[in-house]
């Protein structure tokens, strides 16, 4: 056999364990479980939310931070987490949440960049906000659920990047060797790709399904059987991000755009330019909420 196949049989085998032994991969703090769990009830009052939230410092500190950050631009003073909940929405609250706890959690040694890693996450998020708020004569969604999965659609790469790191490092050495994306580098190298990897974490974390089906198909929006706006809308803001210099590296090949994403949002040229300017015009907003995630 092979020291090429030998080497791609022993990084299956890895994957096969930590794709096992599920239970190693981190596991969400019960009080995000328990504020999602808030936030998806229609019976949940912003009471029911800032009670949760205040029986932890650090999230507390966050949310008021992030409700007076020039992120959201409210023009007046928040002082209170039940206030903070009010104004910004059960939404906004899950996508902070949900930011801070994954950053925390994996906040060790990676192979990538993970300050580039976060800058391209959040600056997708705020595309796909975007680009729902652009749509809303089109179709109702919530631009702060497309926020959510713009932040966490690349999760599986978390799990290489800190678990494999020395795997991952050849895959991105790859990546930038053949100039290819990531994700064709993933499957080349590791015979899984951050996409799958991600659906591990989200079913570990029983993370809503629209969340979950927009990081499985963030790169194949045409697959996702539900929920399949928000896959080609995280997809699109995924390009954009690439697009206005956000990567995980400088130079790095992005995968290209679905042929038929633009179609299925129904944004045509015009449209298309007005989201990358109003994309290009909040980039250096992207700091406050990167400030507040850490």
């Not at 930011?99 to 060790?108: E, I, P, Q, T, W």
């Not at 190298?189 to 570990?204: E, F, P, R, S, T």
């Not at 210099?245 to 015009?270: F, I, M, N, Q």
Request: net charge negative; with cysteine; proline share 4%.
């Amino acid at each position: 056999m092979s020291q090429e196949n030998t080497d791609a049989l022993g990084v299956k085998a890895r994957i096969a364990a930590i794709v096992e032994d599920v239970d190693s991969l981190p596991s969400l703090p019960s009080i995000v479980m328990k504020l999602i769990e808030v936030v998806n009830s229609p019976d949940s009052s912003a009471e029911d939310a800032a009670e949760l939230i205040e029986k932890d410092p650090a999230l507390t500190s966050k949310m008021i931070r992030l409700a007076n950050s020039a992120f959201y631009g409210i023009p007046r003073s928040i002082s209170s987490v039940t206030s903070a909940v009010v104004v910004l929405g059960f939404n906004t609250i899950r996508s902070l949440v949900l930011s801070a706890s994954v950053a925390k959690m994996f906040d060790g040694k990676h192979t990538i960049d993970i300050d580039r890693f976060w800058k391209h996450s959040v600056v997708t998020a705020m595309a796909s906000k975007i680009i729902v708020r652009h749509l809303m004569g089109v179709r109702m969604m919530d631009p702060e659920s497309a926020f959510c999965a713009g932040v966490l659609h690349d999760i599986g790469m978390l799990i290489f990047s800190q678990y494999m790191p020395e795997d991952y490092a050849k895959v991105c050495e790859y990546a930038k060797a053949n100039a290819v994306p990531l994700l064709e580098a993933e499957d080349k190298v590791m015979g899984v790709n951050h996409a799958y990897m991600g659906k591990i974490l989200a079913d570990k974390w029983s993370l809503p399904l629209d969340l979950e089906n927009a990081i499985v198909y963030h790169h194949a929006p045409g697959k996702a059987e539900k929920s399949s706006h928000l896959a080609h809308i995280i997809h699109l803001a995924d390009i954009i991000s690439h697009n206005v210099g956000c990567s995980h590296w400088e130079g790095e090949a992005c995968a290209p755009e679905c042929e038929t994403c633009r179609a299925e949002l129904k944004v045509g040229d015009a449209d298309y330019e007005k989201i990358m300017f109003n994309i290009q015009s909040s980039l250096d907003k992207s700091q406050d909420f990167l400030a507040i995630l850490k």
